[in-house]
């Protein structure tokens, strides 16, 4: 019981970066049972795009799951493998190419500050990259 309860207060997310067919990225996103977050280059303001998305309990599942898929492949570029996920990155960037970066898990209380957070610190990291 007290496993489940722990389980239930964290919620596990998804960092991805969307490049154009030169390379180029032109976005970040978070993804996250309930929320997505996507700053659209490394000085954007970070914006809560939730509403691309219908979310049952179904699809919150096979969200967690293809997280939790991508994460052990390792950074990797979304397809086909993870129906949810592309369909939610597709809608955001259609011409857009989604790579998975990373995966991590924060507290459910808090989620949507410590997301914007780790989008922020995305942001820089693409900005001394760029």
């Keep these: 019981m007290i496993e ?22 032109v976005g970040a996103v978070i993804v ?15 914006r809560d795009v ?15 799951t293809e997280l ?17 996920l592309h369909a939610i990155l597709h809608a955001i960037a259609p011409a857009a190419t989604p790579m998975f970066g990373g995966a991590g898990r924060c507290r459910r209380r808090f989620a949507r500050v410590k997301l914007k957070a780790e989008l922020a610190r995305d942001g820089a990291r693409l900005r001394h990259i760029a």
């Design 4 to 25: 489940s309860a722990a389980f239930m207060a964290a919620v596990a997310f998804g960092r991805f970066t969307l490049m154009d067919l030169r390379g180029t990225v």
């Design 32 to 46: 996250a049972p309930e929320c997505i977050l996507l700053q659209r280059g490394p000085a954007a303001r970070a």
């Design 50 to 64: 939730s509403y691309l998305a219908l979310w049952t309990d179904t699809r919150i599942a096979a969200i967690a």
């Design 68 to 84: 939790a898929t991508l994460a052990r492949l390792g950074p990797t570029t979304v397809d086909a493998r993870t129906p949810e």
